[in-house]
């Protein structure tokens, strides 16, 4: 591997060494691939074409940011920060052309504010949303951080990233989730998982309301609107046209 090895064998001198360093720690990064829930230190080094004791001073530095975490084995596994830069690139890199499509489609089903929700850490943004044609709505901004654990949007995001026990358990299976004054005594909402590349979350969609119009009932009369803008949305995310396989 003549590339990496010129980078391990080069000169860390002068304004070239932050250069060399940020491009070692980026190929520890990219040393993971989708199927590697983690990986010993001895690969990484394979991998990346670095010496052992190169790739544990950076992994050490990346792991102070979140961006690799290490077990108790001593492997290394990607972080939270690592998975929030993907989350941000499939969430954001597209919102205009993607998303908001298809928040608007579903706030004009259902007559409500319709919002799209990305994870970050233990708490959810809100990164995209299309406001509902009521003039009483719920009101949420754009960049708006949002607690996980209350409200359907994080309860959806916790339980399809692998939250064990209850109401997780059911929120898999039933495939949605609603939640009636959970985060706000006022506001209800119902939420699905939506997915990217090889079906990694990618967030949650949700509409959202006033409790007193969005009942249970008219919540459980919207489910099918939720769960087809998820999987619309899923499909758009992974690159697949409408009626094409998954």
Known sequence: MKHEDALENEEDAGPEEGVVAVRRAMRILEAFGVEDAHLSLAELSRRTGCHRSTVLRLARTLAMDDYLAQRADGNWRLAR???WLGACYQATFNVVEIVQPVLRELSA????????????????????????????????????????????????????SGEPDEPYES?????Y????????????????????????????????????RLTGQLLLEHKDHIL?????????????RQGQPR
Do not use: K
């Not at 929120?171 to 495939?175: E, F, P, V, W, Y």
């Not at 985060?183 to 007193?212: F, H, Q, T």
């Open 81 to 83: 920060a690592a998975g």
């Open 109 to 160: 089903a259902t007559g409500e504010s319709a919002t799209f929700y990305v994870r970050e850490g233990n708490q959810r943004i809100c990164v995209a949303r299309v406001e509902g044609p009521r003039a009483i709505r719920h009101h949420v901004r754009v960049g708006a951080a949002l607690p996980l654990n209350l409200g359907s949007p994080g309860r959806v995001l916790l339980a399809f």
């Open 171 to 175: 929120i898999r299976r039933a495939g």
């Open 177 to 212: 989730m609603m939640s009636l004054g959970e985060r706000d005594a006022e506001v209800s909402s119902i939420s699905a998982p939506v997915y990217g590349i090889n079906w990694s979350l990618v967030g949650a969609i949700c509409i959202s309301g006033p409790l007193s």
């Open 228 to 240: 087809s803008a998820a999987s619309r949305l899923s499909r758009a995310m992974m690159g697949v």
